[in-house]
């Protein structure tokens, strides 16, 4: 019990600095002029149903993408199926572009992948520094669109998508 009291100045030291950078970030995106924002469950072929969450302006912004506890399997590089898919990374700045009612940018993630082999093996990796580019269209669930390709090192540019949300909303600013 006396440990837990030592702890609560240190989490609530961690809240206030969360907070303070959430607030920076928003002064941020709202003063930078064009912006794409959102997230929710993304829809796609048998398999490739992913969580998804990301905010993005002329200056840069963040990217994720999970695909875990909602994957049925897909075949992927040397994956004969996938049980587990995390991409993660900052926006390029200056990537962001936005026209004709869609939005897209770019950068480099870190992607974690957990699957098995032909064989049966459990094989993990970690690839770094993996170029990827998102395109989404604007709207709620059933009318917004997205689109998620990576280049991976030997098998060239991947794409999941264009698929629509089955939940939650993206956001396009001019």
């Given amino acids: ?96 572009s936005i026209g004709s009612g869609s939005a897209t940018f770019s950068g480099a993630a870190t992607i974690h992948v957990v699957g098995k082999t032909a064989t049966g093996d459990v094989l993990t990796a970690t690839l770094t520094g993996i170029p990827f580019v998102s395109w989404q269209t604007p709207g709620g669930a059933g009318a917004a669109r997205h689109r998620l390709s990576v280049n991976l090192p030997g098998l060239g540019w991947v794409s999941f998508g264009p698929s629509p949300l089955r939940s939650g909303h993206i956001t396009i600013s001019e």
């Fill in 1 to 96: 019990m006396d440990r837990a009291i030592r702890l609560v100045p240190a989490i609530i030291g961690t809240l206030v600095l969360c907070v303070g950078v959430l607030a920076q970030q928003s002064e941020a995106v709202a003063s930078s002029g064009a912006r794409v924002s959102g997230g929710g469950v993304v829809d796609g072929p048998l398999g490739t149903t992913s969580q998804l969450g990301f905010n993005a302006t002329s200056t840069g912004g963040e990217f994720l993408c999970v695909m875990a506890g909602r994957s049925g399997g897909f075949p992927f590089g040397p994956w004969e199926s996938i049980s587990q898919m995390h991409v993660q990374g900052p926006v390029a700045t200056g990537s962001l």
